[in-house]
């Protein structure tokens, strides 16, 4: 499967069914409406504060935290986010084993990163939350840090360019064990 969809107000979605995201390229896209610069808080955040990710909007700017091991790679945008409707993201691609995370408002790009780390075996235990962080957090925020816009949709479209390291996955699955 290589898209979902996931609405505002929904539940707890455990790591095991959520979008694999290790080791491809992947694009996370978010159906907003900013009521203005206060707007803040988490789109989406998969993982707790040892391991994941999230996105969300912190100073009216769109943030992208990977947090590898409690080492956080962060993309803030170039630009505040506008009021309005809004479609919010980040595309990371894989490429030359790089990992190349762009920043999108409205589909253009607005900053990013580009790091050798990335998700290769694991991320985290916690899963996934839409619209809030329900863990110990990801990022640099106090948890639940709900987001105050109104969020209609979060989709992920991921690619078919996975290239996991067998062994490692094969041993954290059987770490959970």
Same mark, same amino acid.
């Given at each position: 499967?290589?898209?979902?969809? $996931?609405?505002?107000?929904?539940?707890?979605? /455990?790591?095991? @069914?959520?979008?694999?995201?290790? &080791?491809? =390229?992947?694009?996370?896209?978010?159906?907003?409406?900013?009521?203005?610069?206060?707007?803040?808080?988490? #789109? +989406?955040?998969?993982?707790?504060? =040892?391991?994941?990710?999230? %996105?969300?909007?912190?100073?009216?700017?769109?943030?992208?935290?990977?947090? +590898?091991?409690? @080492?956080?790679?962060?993309?803030?945008?170039?630009? /505040? @986010?506008?009021?309005?409707?809004?479609?919010?993201?980040?595309?990371?691609?894989?490429?030359?084993?790089?990992? %190349?995370?762009? #920043? #999108?408002?409205?589909?253009? /790009?607005?900053?990013? $990163?580009?790091?050798?780390?990335?998700?290769? &075996? $694991? +991320? &985290?235990?916690?899963? #996934?939350?839409?619209?809030?962080?329900?863990? &110990?957090?990801?990022?640099?925020?106090?948890? /639940?840090?709900?987001?105050?816009?109104?969020?209609?949709?979060?989709? $992920?479209? %991921?690619?078919?360019?996975?290239?996991?390291?067998?062994?490692?996955?094969?041993?954290? =699955?059987?770490?959970?064990?």
């Amino acid at each position: 499967r290589n898209t979902f969809v $996931f609405h505002a107000g929904m539940g707890h979605v /455990p790591t095991d @069914v959520a979008p694999d995201v290790r &080791s491809r =390229t992947y694009t996370i896209e978010a159906d907003v409406q900013i009521a203005g610069a206060t707007t803040e808080g988490v #789109l +989406i955040a998969h993982g707790d504060m =040892t391991c994941g990710y999230s %996105l969300y909007i912190k100073d009216n700017r769109l943030t992208y935290d990977m947090n +590898i091991g409690g @080492v956080h790679h962060i993309a803030v945008s170039d630009r /505040p @986010v506008p009021a309005g409707n809004r479609l919010l993201g980040l595309r990371m691609r894989r490429e030359k084993g790089r990992n %190349l995370a762009t #920043l #999108l408002i409205d589909g253009q /790009p607005a900053g990013g $990163f580009d790091e050798q780390m990335g998700f290769v &075996s $694991f +991320i &985290s235990w916690s899963g #996934l939350d839409i619209g809030r962080d329900r863990s &110990s957090p990801v990022s640099h925020y106090e948890a /639940p840090f709900a987001f105050t816009g109104k969020l209609r949709k979060v989709t $992920f479209v %991921l690619d078919d360019d996975q290239a996991l390291d067998a062994k490692a996955a094969a041993a954290a =699955t059987l770490a959970r064990e």
